[in-house]
């Protein structure tokens, strides 16, 4: 039986021309960035570039790039790191309530230490309003996070509206970007982001590897102390095969943007078309101009553990897109936020993401396995 | 021939240990938390590659959390355990030698409150159990020494320590194993250890691979938080090959340690007894409670460490100024300087560190050509000058 792979947002696979360059790295430019003979130097210009790759594609300067263990690390950096170095401003931040727990459990660990977080509702599609933001917005709040994306549902929130009105505010912007990053093209000056968080195996690159984009003038405490590494951002001997892993990711992701675009926009129409065509009863979750790479669906008078195990058993691996702890899924808090506790969405719907290595036949194939699944547990 | 000597910095990943991760990152790519076949798989070797660590390590594998890497883990233990205790205690005991990793956040917990004494070392770069018996308190929540030094080997007196803190139950001991692993063993059970350190890339594992260990019972407050990964203690999605990688050089290490620590120590010897031949050099490294890779000398002053450093590059040799953290800026190493050995030697200290795959044939033609650059650079500066 083949695979079908279809949870591209939780991981995905690694490019194989990344794979080969951090195989290379790891033989051949072994030493560490740190010191200062051949091999230190070796390593330290492969960094180099690697960050003016990320930088460019960010609109960025090299040095506001610093390279993390991943986007959770980058989140938590992003949150905490700005509440440390900004607490004599104020202790008020903002952000929303379908944000990743990597935000949400910083901004709980700040409000043990006395900062006031404001969550944001969304609208049944997932999305924060400006006007929201605006009315939160104190004197003393000192950060807004909000995520450029949705990881479950894959709204695309009004960015470039919030960072507008952020302009007039001395707050800092922090977005999470680690769904976004790859398929949409970001510009932090254009958006008026001043923090952005990314991870590079979202994007076919490896784990262990992502990166906090700092606004040179946004004052921030390092999470981790230690070597000068990073400008004294982030210590820690660099990872550069990870950090290479990632420029070479964001390289390809770049030049394949706009295909891949196009080619999750017709899967996910094809899968509409043959839940449609089959009578099924079924919502779409999210909003129709969201990430194209995902497809989050509720199939009244379904559980979703069912679901998921019977798509397993035919070979297809889709996600709830929340956190599961014990082989248990607890009702994702997204879906809970825009559709309320009672919903009956909260616990019927699956999580289809694409990615790389995905097939039109693949697709139909999942699409008509879910009907067939569907219909067996809703038959009475 | 190439000859590389900075082992302490990073180590070349054994090839054994680059098949496994590209295997990994290539097959098993899923996420561990995903309920459906393909997560389970990579859970699975997740599994398999902490009860394998924790094997090797003589730990439970509940005891193991993974981490980006050394300077993560020791971030951990220190800021997990003032936050977790401070309504305990406030006071923390280290060492004036601890790697940056350590040294700088006791530094932050000091800006927040907590109150820090770092032990001096005497010439031979080691505290005693006494002095550390000495500088405890009632509200002593943490004492953390590194068993092995990155600068001169000096190892420290691990299981002392241990000794003294068993009468104190409620202080924590963390240990940075980072350069110590592989090389000197340590009885955790015996020397009371609740928290230790340990980095991939130093025993020919890959960067970006690390972890903490946490003694059963003991709680620290999650430095990374999101996901709830690692049992809550740290978020994030887990770097499976990696950390599969990491398993396996650690086999291979201890492998390398059975067959090959014998051969390694005379080789330390040997090293030390021909750089003792050179009269100009000055050596740091104590040949008793020393850890057998690792060999610390300064330089004749008038010659600059970092020119040095690339006259000898020139024959393929590769050693290192200092610890290689803060070796692009020159300053006096720390450790040196808390030996006592003064400012100007401190200045001047060359680091050479040892893997199991360096050889007896690299002795001679190694120090021949530092005898060479000393006499090279030396007539370029005009001779020794009037430093210390
Ligand atoms: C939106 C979002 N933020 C943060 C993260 C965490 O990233 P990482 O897995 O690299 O720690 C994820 C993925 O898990 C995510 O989807
Ligand atoms: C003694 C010691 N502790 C901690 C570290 C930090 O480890 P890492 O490079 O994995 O962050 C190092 C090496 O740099 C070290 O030598």
Redesign the interface.
Known sequence: MERIYLDHAATSPIHPDVAAGMIQSMTEQFGNPSSIHYFGRQSRRALDEARSAIARSLGAKETEIVFTSGGTEADNFALIGTAMANRERGRHLITTAIEHHAVLRACEHLQKQGFDVTYLPVDEHGRVSVEDVKAALRDDTILVSIMFANNEVGTIQPIREIGALLRDHPAYFHTDAVQAYGLIPIDVNEYGIDLLSLSSHKINGPKGSGALYVRGTVRITPLLFGGEQERKRRAGTENVPGIIGLARAVEIAERTREEKRKQYAAWREAMLTIFRSSGLDFIVNGSEDGLPHIFNVAFPGTNVESLLVNLDLAGIAASSGSACTAGSIDPSHVLVAMCGNESERIRSSVRFSFGLGNTTEQIERAAEETVKIVKRLTKR | MMI?L?NS?????F?EV?DA??TV??HY???P???????MKAERLLRQAREQIAAMLDVKPSEIVF??????A??FAIKGVAWQYRRRGRHIITTEIE???????C??LEELGFEVTYLPVGPDGRVSAEQVARALRDDTILVSVMHVNNEVGAVQPIEEIGAVLARHPKTLFHVDRVQGIGKVPLDVKRCGIDLFTV?A?KFHG????GLLYVRDGVRLT???????QERQLR????????IVAMAKALRLALERYERDIGRLRELKAEWLQALAAIPSLSINTAERGSAPHIINFSLPSGIKP?VF??EL?KSEI????TS??????RAPSKTLLAMGVGEGRAERGIRISLSFDNRREEIKPAVAAIQQAIKTLSEVTGSHGDEV
């Open positions: 590389y900075d910095a990073t180590t070349k990943p090839p680059v991760f590209a990152a290539s790519f899923a996420n938390s995903s309920l459906h076949g393909l997560g981490t980006s890497g050394g300077t993560e020791n971030n790697h940056p990793s350590v040294a700088e956040p530094r932050q980095s890339h890959l960067r970006g691979a999650p430095l990374i938080a999101g996901g709830g978020s994030g999605t887990e770097n499976v090959a990696a970092e450093v690339h590059e590769y050693v290192s100024t290689a953290c803060s070796s692009k800026r």
